[in-house]
Structures are given as structure tokens and as C-alpha cells.
């Protein structure tokens, strides 16, 4: 059974940096894109930013360029997300997902429960 486990948020200060894990376990994590997620409070889900099979390409949503890295640790089944000069816009839940690159258009088949992030003013 795929499982992915978000962790990392919690309560910061605008400003701060954030760097929230996920873990995956049950899938072909070496095979699948990683991607991240958000939805806040009565908004439409997000798309954050995304991560290929191996690595070396990853990039963010234009609205987090400059703030957002994604990053992955494939012999931890890991992938990272670093959000830096946080805002209270940022305030979400946010969400890991996992896509199998051989299905276009992509779909994320797996997700994560999600991890709360407040960023207080």
C-alpha cells in the first residue's frame, strides 16, 4: 500500500525559512515525479512545484520562484521542500504527491495526508 508522510510544518514567522520532508513507502519512489502541493483555507489546491525521476530538475510555480526549492533523496524515498522568506500567504496545508512519468498527461496517484504550515505575520 503507497503511503506518503509529510512532515515539518507547524508555526513561523514571516521571514522565516521552512524546509518540510516526505517520505514515501509501498511505490516505486525511484520511478515516480514528486511534486508538492497546497491548499488553504477555502482555496482551490495548489500546485507548488515539481521534481523529476532523478533529481536534477525540479522547478516551482512562478508565483514561488526565488522562495521554493524541491529536492529529493532517492535512497531515502525522500523529497524536500524548501520555502524561504516565508509570507502569511503561504499559509497552507501542504500536500506531497507522487506521478508515474510513462502516463500522460501526468497524474498523481498517491498523496499525502499534509502538513500544516502558518506563517503569523
Known amino acids: 500500500q503507497a503511503q506518503l508522510v509529510e512532515s515539518g510544518g507547524g508555526l513561523v514567522q514571516a521571514g522565516d525559512s521552512l524546509s518540510l520532508s516526505c517520505v514515501a513507502s509501498g511505490l516505486s519512489f525511484t520511478g515516480s515525479i514528486m511534486a508538492w502541493f497546497r491548499q488553504a483555507s477555502g482555496k482551490e489546491r495548489e500546485f507548488v512545484g515539481r521534481?523529476?525521476?532523478?533529481?536534477?530538475?525540479?522547478f516551482c510555480a512562478d508565483s514561488l520562484e526565488g522562495r521554493c526549492t524541491i529536492s529529493r533523496d532517492n535512497a531515502q524515498n525522500a523529497v524536500y521542500l524548501q520555502l524561504n522568506d516565508l509570507k502569511p500567504e503561504d499559509t497552507a496545508v501542504y500536500y506531497c504527491?507522487?506521478?508515474?512519468?510513462?502516463?500522460?498527461?501526468?497524474?498523481?496517484?498517491?498523496w499525502g495526508q499534509g502538513t500544516q504550515v502558518t506563517v503569523s505575520a
Open positions: 521534481i523529476n525521476i532523478l533529481g536534477d530538475r525540479s
Open positions: 504527491a507522487a506521478g508515474d512519468p510513462r502516463v500522460y498527461p501526468l497524474v498523481y496517484q498517491h
